[in-house]
T-cell receptor, first 117, second 111 residues
Framework: GAVVSQHPSRVICKSGTSVKIECRSL??????MFWYRQFPKKSLMLMAT?????????EQGVEKDKFLINHASLTLSTLTVTSAHPEDSSFYIC?????????????FGPGTRLTVL | SQQGEEDPQALSIQEGENATMNCSYK?????LQWYRQNSGRGLVHLIL?????REKHSGRLRVTLDTSKKSSSLLITASRAADTASYFC???????????FGKGTSLLVTP
């Protein structure tokens, strides 16, 4: 099946630094990628929808200047958490929908655990 | 916003028993999917059921969908310790193809 990777899998950073998380579709072209956030023992919350070559669409309550999303190619989307603070600590998961694929099918990455000290 | 609501929130059973988890949602959907997540890991897609389907099987999994009640159930038969995980239902959103996830059911299967 289709594979989506995320890098890094874990990151620990100091408060005030910026962290970039990559989401790659390894064997297919992803026209749309989604970024989710998950707090411990909670569900996934959609943060933004990223379409290749256009600006991301953010969900209500998600600061676009705080969470910068770039979908520069059909296989790569990046999420940058700018000036991270402890409350940004979370599990970030991306998913990708393939070009020409079923609209029902999304492939999820393994997630990135962010800890801000 | 979260659309799906699973119950129970937590379920503890013994190996060999069946586990049933339920999910309710609020708006109309095109399809409903069930995912599994081991602690601290990514999501594994289990099964998708379309709005015009009522029941679907995949191995030890059985999913039902009642669009009139806006609810779905996931049945895992003959559970195994390896089935221990969190299970989420997810529905497609009206704004695009993103998924709305429920709060999840934490399943513990003891040997």
């Amino acid at each position: 099946g289709a594979v989506v990777s995320q890098h890094p899998s874990r990151v620990i950073c100091k408060s005030g630094t910026s962290v970039k998380i990559e989401c790659r579709s390894l064997d297919f072209q992803a026209t749309t990628m989604f970024w989710y956030r998950q707090f411990p023992k909670k569900s996934l919350m959609l943060m933004a929808t990223s379409n290749e070559g256009s600006k991301a669409t953010y969900e209500q309550g998600v600061e676009k200047d705080k969470f910068l999303i770039n979908h520069a190619s059909l296989t790569l989307s990046t999420l940058t958490v700018t000036s991270a603070h402890p409350e940004d600590s979370s599990f970030y998961i991306c998913s990708a929908r393939s070009r020409g694929g079923s609209v029902d099918t999304q492939y999820f990455g393994p997630g990135t655990r962010l800890t801000v000290l | 916003s979260q659309q799906g609501e699973e119950d129970p929130q937590a379920l503890s059973i013994q190996e060999g028993e069946n586990a049933t988890m339920n999910c309710s949602y609020k708006t109309s959907i095109n399809n409903l999917q069930w995912y599994r997540q081991n602690s601290g890991r990514g999501l594994v897609h289990l099964i998708l059921i379309r709005s015009n389907e009522r029941e679907k099987h995949s191995g030890r999994l059985r999913v039902t969908l009642d669009t009139s009640k806006k609810s779905s159930s996931l049945l895992i038969t003959a559970s195994r310790a390896a089935d221990t995980a969190s299970y989420f239902c997810a529905t497609d959103s009206n704004s695009g193809y993103a998924l709305n996830f429920g709060k999840g059911t934490s399943l513990l299967v003891t040997p």
